[in-house]
C-alpha cells in the first residue's frame, strides 16, 4: 500500500500539539481512536504512560510507577507500547513491565523484570526491547542466565517458559516463518539468536567476527532468511536451513551500511538504511543500487518505507520524503516538524494518512495528505 504523500510543505503544521514532561525515547503507538507516549515525572523518579485522544490529543487516562534509576542517555522508557487484544503492554527502562486495559488503562498485571528473574549485570542503557506477541505469547528479554528470553501468559502474566541466556542487546526481538516454521529472531549481548516460540529453545546462535556490537538494530526477515545491520560488522543477510539452524557463512555482506542505533527497513526486494547517508541496496545480494547524502543523515534518523517511497525522520526533526522508484534516490521534498529539535529519539506512529511524532517537549499529531 503506497500511503506516504507526493510532496510534503515546508513547514508542516501539527493538526494538534500537546505539551510533555521532558524528552522521552519510547517510540510512539496508536490506533485509530488513541496515541500512546511515555516519559518520567515526579523529578525523574517515575515512568508515566499515557493515552490520548487521536482526534484532538486530549487526556484519557496516564499510568505511572516509582523507577528511581540513573541511565546512560536518560532514564525514560526505550520501549514502544504494545497494542494487542484490548490491552497496551509497556515497558520501562528499569525493567517495570505491566499490562494495562486498553481504554481505562487500569492494571491488569505487572510484574519487574529485575526482581522476577534477577538478572545479575546491569544495563548501562536499561531494558530496551519492545514486547512483542508472538503465537499469544508475550515474549520479553530478562537477560537472567536461566532466563535469557521468557515468554509470559498475555492475559495474566504468567511465566510459560523461559530459555537460558545472557544479558539482552540493546534492541526488540522479532518474528519470522523460515521453511513453514515460526522463529522468533534477535540479539542477547553478544549474538544473534534464534528461538522456538513453543518451547523456548534456542534453534541457534550466531556471534559475530568483531565482538562488542551494540546490538540495537532490529533484525530485518526476508524469505527464509535474515538481514543484520550492526556497527562493528556491517550488514549481513544470513539463510535459515530447512532444519530451523541457520548457515553461518553470509549470503552477501555490505560494510558501508553500518549504523550503530538505526534500523534500516524492507521495502519490498530493496534493503534502505542510514550510515552517515541513504543506503538502497537490493536485498538478497546486498549489492549497492544508489545512495543519497543529505546533511539529515546523522548518527541516528528514523526509518520508513513504501514500495515508492521513504519517509526519513532526523535527530532535529526534519522529515525528508524521498522517491525510490528510479534509479536513484530523489529527494522530494523537506519539512520542519519541531523546530529547534536536537534529540528525536523516538519513533513516530502511523495511522492512515496521519502521523504521531515526539519531540523533546510535546507530542503532535501531522496529516501527510498534500
Known amino acids: 500500500m503506497e500511503w506516504l504523500p507526493t510532496g510534503l510543505p515546508s513547514a508542516l503544521k501539527p493538526l494538534w500539539s500537546i505539551e510533555t514532561e521532558g524528552p522521552g525515547l519510547g517510540g510512539v503507538a496508536a490506533t485509530r481512536d488513541l496515541v500512546f507516549y511515555s516519559g518520567r515525572t515526579l523529578r525523574d523518579t517515575a515512568d508515566f504512560f499515557r493515552c490520548v485522544k487521536a482526534s484532538d490529543g486530549s487526556p484519557v487516562w496516564s499510568f505511572s510507577y516509582p523507577a528511581p534509576g540513573a541511565l546512560d542517555y536518560g532514564n525514560s522508557p526505550r520501549a514502544t507500547p504494545l497494542i494487542h487484544e484490548g490491552k497496551v503492554f509497556v515497558q520501562g527502562a528499569m525493567g517495570h513491565l505491566a499490562c494495562l486495559d486498553l481504554k481505562s488503562g487500569d492494571p491488569i498485571w505487572e510484574m519487574n523484570l529485575k526482581e522476577e528473574f534477577e538478572p545479575k549485570e546491569d544495563l548501562k542503557w536499561g531494558f530496551c526491547a519492545s514486547p512483542l506477541i508472538v503465537e499469544n505469547k508475550l515474549i520479553v528479554l530478562p537477560g537472567a542466565a536461566d532466563c535469557g528470553v521468557a515468554a509470559l501468559e498475555p492475559a495474566k502474566g504468567k511465566v ?8 539482552p542487546g540493546y534492541g ?5 516463518q523460515f521453511h ?3 522463529q522468533i529472531v534477535g540479539h542477547d549481548a553478544d549474538s544473534l539468536g534464534g528461538w522456538d516460540p513453543a518451547s523456548g529453545k534456542r534453534l541457534w546462535r550466531l556471534a559475530p567476527p568483531v565482538a562488542n556490537d551494540f546490538n540495537v538494530p532490529t533484525p530485518i526477515i526476508h524469505g527464509d532468511g535474515v538481514l543484520i545491520s550492526t556497527e562493528n560488522n556491517g550488514t549481513r ?4 536451513r530447512s532444519d530451523g539452524s541457520i548457515d553461518p557463512q553470509p549470503v552477501a555482506v555490505f560494510r558501508k551500511l553500518a549504523p550503530d542505533t538505526h534500523s534500516p527497513v524492507r521495502a519490498g526486494g530493496r534493503l534502505l538504511g542510514i550510515s ?8 538478497t545480494t546486498l549489492k549497492p543500487l544508489w545512495e543519497l547524502t543529505d546533511s539529515a543523515f546523522g548518527r541516528y534518523c528514523a526509518l520508513v518505507a513504501t514500495q515508492k517511497r521513504a519517509l ?3 535527530l532535529d526533526g526534519e522529515l525528508l520524503l524521498i ?10 521534498a523537506k519539512s520542519q516538524i519541531f523546530p529547534g529539535e536536537k534529540g528525536l529519539y523516538s519513533h513516530p506512529a502511523f495511522v492512515g494518512a496521519k502521523m504521531y511524532a515526539r519531540g523533546s517537549g510535546n507530542i503532535a499529531c501531522f496529516s501527510l495528505t498534500t
Not at 172 to 176: F, I
Not at 237 to 240: G, T, V
Open 312 to 314: 526519513v525522520i532526523s
Open 323 to 332: 522517491s525510490t522508484e528510479d534509479q536513484r534516490g530523489k529527494l522530494l
Open 160 to 167: 510459560l517458559w523461559k530459555s537460558p541466556g545472557k544479558a
Open 172 to 176: 526488540s526481538l522479532t518474528q519470522g
Open 237 to 240: 543477510h544470513f539463510q535459515i
Open 180 to 182: 513453514g516454521k515460526c
Open 276 to 283: 552517515k547517508r541513504l543506503f538502497c541496496l537490493d536485498a
